[in-house]
């Protein structure tokens, strides 16, 4: 069993950066790929970004490529989502999601996903 608890959401104004977190409970935390998904009113849930469980393999939407980073630190059950340049498009939910199976890391179903965080309100604002 894994929780997930995200911080670091908040109103920012176009080009501004935010850098959210996602901290795990349990101890296989580690074993799990993990992604970032967001959810805007009215649209389907989307994975932005995903990390395999080394981090040393990731995945981007092509929305957010070379804006985003996601990043992992397994010491600390935590992992990352940098957003730079941040664009009003931008404004959703977002959550973090992990996955037990094998190279999930790129998985673009939520339903693929076994655990998620409640989610943290991100609001950019032109």
């Known amino acids: 069993q894994v929780q997930l608890v995200e911080s670091g959401g908040g109103l920012v104004q176009a080009g501004g950066s935010l850098r959210l977190s996602c901290v795990g409970s349990g101890r296989t935390f580690s074993a799990y790929s993990m992604g970032w998904f967001r959810q805007a009113p009215g649209k389907e849930r989307q994975l932005v970004a995903g990390?395999?469980?080394?981090?040393?393999?990731?995945y981007y939407a092509d929305a957010v490529k070379g804006r985003f980073t996601i990043s992992r630190d397994n010491a600390k059950n935590t992992v990352y989502l940098q957003m730079n340049s941040l664009k009003p498009e931008d404004t959703a939910v977002y959550r973090c999601?992990?996955?037990?199976?094998?190279?999930?890391?790129?998985?673009?179903?939520?339903?693929?996903?076994?655990?998620w965080g409640q989610g943290t309100q991100v609001t950019v604002s032109s």
């Open positions: 999601a992990g996955n037990g199976r094998s190279d999930s890391y790129h998985y673009t179903d939520p339903y693929q996903y076994d655990y």
């Open positions: 990390v395999d469980w080394r981090g040393a393999r990731t």
